[in-house]
């Protein structure tokens, strides 16, 4: 199975920025739209961002013009800028395809803003 492994979380305070990284184990990754998914405390987890295999990308109304997605093929790695962080930003980030892999979840990162 493909590994897909985040990282690049962290404690920020309300406005701050973060950049998070999701390498893959393997160059299969290429092929398929790769999505960013969050899980809150106490709700499910959703996909937040998308970006296909030509560079489109679509993302959920709470994140557009704050969060950016981009991917580096030759490196199997899809990125997530967040800037102007909110409370409510808070949660697991985790990567995967989209339709999502249910063996390719990973343990996430912790992304907690916070005063």
């Known amino acids: 199975q493909v590994q897909l492994m985040e990282s690049g979380g962290g404690l920020v305070q309300p406005g701050g920025s973060l950049r998070l990284s999701c390498a893959a184990s393997?160059?299969?990754?290429?092929?398929?739209?790769m999505g960013w998914y969050r899980q809150a405390p106490g709700k499910q987890r959703k996909m937040i961002a998308s970006?296909?295999?030509?560079?489109?990308?679509d993302y959920v109304e709470s994140v557009k013009g704050r969060f950016t997605i981009s991917r580096d093929n030759a490196k199997n790695t899809v990125y997530l800028q967040m800037n102007s962080l909110k409370p409510e930003d808070t949660a697991v980030y985790y990567c995967?395809?989209?339709?999502?892999?249910?063996?390719?979840w990973g343990q996430g990162t912790q992304v907690t803003v916070s005063s």
């Open positions: 995967n395809f989209w339709p999502p892999w249910d063996d390719s």
């Open positions: 393997g160059s299969i990754f290429e092929i398929y739209t």
């Open positions: 970006i296909a295999r030509g560079g489109s990308t």
